[in-house]
């Protein structure tokens, strides 16, 4: 008797679950109401998705034991997510900072100096921690209300269970981001690009890195097989942050371009690269060719958004620099849309037989040539916005096909987003010179990277719009110093 008597004073205190019974019948009292429902508390976290909530108590009259217990129904505590916005990079995990609580404290009569914890327990909204250096761990209760259940996904830990979150930050959702990470979307707003990059087997005289093709800004669910003796490298900017310098890399997570990067390497040389993005900066993938028995067998497969294509004229977010087989036709995701590389119009393209180019001296119609176009816009947006920033001497300038090709000589590199030669190819896609470019002069020369698909060809391209200006010595310093500020420069134009 004693016993239900303090379970009812309980539940009038607001602990636990109000329900109407009486004689394990629901029983309608208008008497037992729920109060109002209390201000939300002070978020659990400042920022990576935490946890808020808000309490009410149930006001009910109890008759006489005899008659039954008159309660309320519904929950007496109710949660929500809050500070969803991502945490700072270099800012400390928050399981982490729970573990260094208990840093430089005894233990058993032990001094412990430092804690880390560990995720690969059976209930991982436990705060077990691990003395760093020992093989002693301890489990010091629940973690704090928003701690995520694994790095792996939004789920959070509330009141020691694991709460499902949706892509839209609400507790018990079931919202997903579609392949396009769009929350809740249908798949619809962006295409799939699919191809193959094959070689014959390398000659002694070529064994070594090979440009295969460029996975473009904004690139989503990338997945990137090899499976031959050669092996994948991957470029950002001008470093190499896969494979690079014959060094190979062990299978494991790699940050690459904004994103992370799943990296497998098997033991027979089969290898994976696969990251759900998207990709927030231009990477070049290449391929180290070793096996002289065997070329590469690359298969390269992205999403990219709809909205991109419309740089498809000017600068197409897809590039390949070798020969492209025919893929094999799967069918897409609904209500997607399936592309083979950039070729929206046929599923495949090859370059088995030789293209035939046409090169003569370059000749220019002022009559049909429009006045080229002032540039406009600041140093700093144009050096942001363009793939290489270089100080180069024009040594020659032919029309190639109805293109203007300049042969520079590089004389130094401010910015690129994959390794260049001494010695390179720029291009203008029109017989008007514009910008204007003059041989046997040094030119500080903005661009992208773009891919030409008469010729299956990687190239420098010079916009209309790219900022070109005779090269000044003092100009050396000021771009130095803009080079080295990039990252902090650039910020407010991504």
Known sequence: MDILRIYASLLL???G???????????????SVWSEWSYFSTCSRSCGGGASFRTRHCASRIPTLNSGIQLCDGESKEFKACN?????????????????????????????????????QPNTCELT?????????????KVLDGTRCN??????????????????????????????????GKNDTCSQYKLVYVEPPPTEGYIGYRNCTFIPAGATHIEITENTQNFLAMVEGSQYVLNGDWSLHWSGNINVGGTVFEYVRKTNGNERLYAKGPVKRLLTLQVILTDSNGGPNTSISYWLPKKDDRFSNEVPKHKITKTLT?????????????????????????????????????????????????????????FCSSD???HAEVVDKHIVNGQIRFDVALLHTYKTSSPLKERVFLWI??????????TNKDYLIMGVNTYDAASGESRLVILKNSLVRSWKTKDHEKWVKTQDKQETLCKRFL
């Not at 969803?84 to 009569?109: A, H, I, L």
């Open 84 to 120: 969803t916005q991502p945490c700072p990079p270099s800012g400390p995990d928050f399981r982490d900072m729970q573990c260094s609580v208990y840093n430089n404290k005894k233990m058993f009569g032990h001094l412990v100096r430092e804690w880390e914890p560990i995720t690969s």
């Open 129 to 141: 921690c691990l003395a760093k250096g020992t093989h002693f761990f301890y489990t010091f209760g």
């Open 326 to 382: 025919k893929v094999k036709h799967e069918s897409p995701t609904k209500n997607s849309e399936t592309k083979h590389g950039p070729f929206s119009d046929r599923n495949y393209f090859t370059n088995d037989k030789p293209i035939t180019t046409h090169t003569y001296k370059a000749k220019f119609d002022s009559d049909r040539c429009p006045a080229c176009e002032k540039i406009r816009g600041g140093r700093v947006k144009h």
């Open 388 to 390: 290489f920033v270089i």
């Open 429 to 438: 896609q029109s017989t008007c010179n514009c910008p204007i470019i003059r």
């Open 13 to 15: 205190l607001g602990f």
């Open 17 to 31: 679950t109000c329900k109407k019974h009486f004689n394990n019948k629901p029983y309608l009292d208008t008497h």
């Open 151 to 184: 790095k792996e996904s939004m789920d959070m830990c509330i009141n020691g269970q694991c709460i499902p979150v949706g892509c839209d930050g609400e507790l018990n959702s079931d919202a997903k981001k579609d392949v396009c990470m769009k929350c809740g």
